[in-house]
Nanobody, 115 residues
Framework: QVHVVESGGGLVQAGNSLRLSCTVSGSIFSINAMGWYRQAPGNERELVAFIFSGGVTNYADSVKGRFTISRDNAKDSVDLQMNSLKPDDTGVYYC?????????WGQGTQVTVSS
């Protein structure tokens, strides 16, 4: 059984910061990539950022320069530091962990940015 658990969501005013955390536990062999996705009401789920085990990262254009993804391979965890938040960043944020032959998602954590 594999568990992917997110934490750190909440309600903030525009311009402020939040930090999301995600931890993977259970019977996994090796995590290749970990990432954050978000889904706003009425929209499809979209990539926010991901990071490979070697440290290579990729960000959506809309968050570049504001968000930073980091990973602790020893703890099978990934964080997302979100600065200068905007109302458009509002949504449910999901953590994803991927191996060579498997893929798990968390339940999501709500982030709401008020103007």
């Amino acid at each position: 059984q594999v568990h992917v658990v997110e934490s750190g969501g909440g309600l903030v005013q525009a311009g402020n910061s939040l930090r999301l955390s995600c931890t993977v536990s259970g019977s996994i062999f090796s995590i290749n990539a970990m990432g954050w996705y978000r889904q706003a009401p009425g929209n499809e789920r979209e990539l926010v950022a991901f990071i490979f085990s070697g440290g290579v990262t990729n960000y959506a254009d809309s968050v570049k320069g504001r968000f930073t993804i980091s990973r602790d391979n020893a703890k099978d965890s990934v964080d997302l530091q979100m600065n200068s938040l905007k109302p458009d960043d509002t949504g449910v944020y999901y953590c994803r962990a991927s191996g060579s032959e498997w893929d798990y998602w968390g339940q999501g954590t709500q982030v709401t940015v008020s103007s």
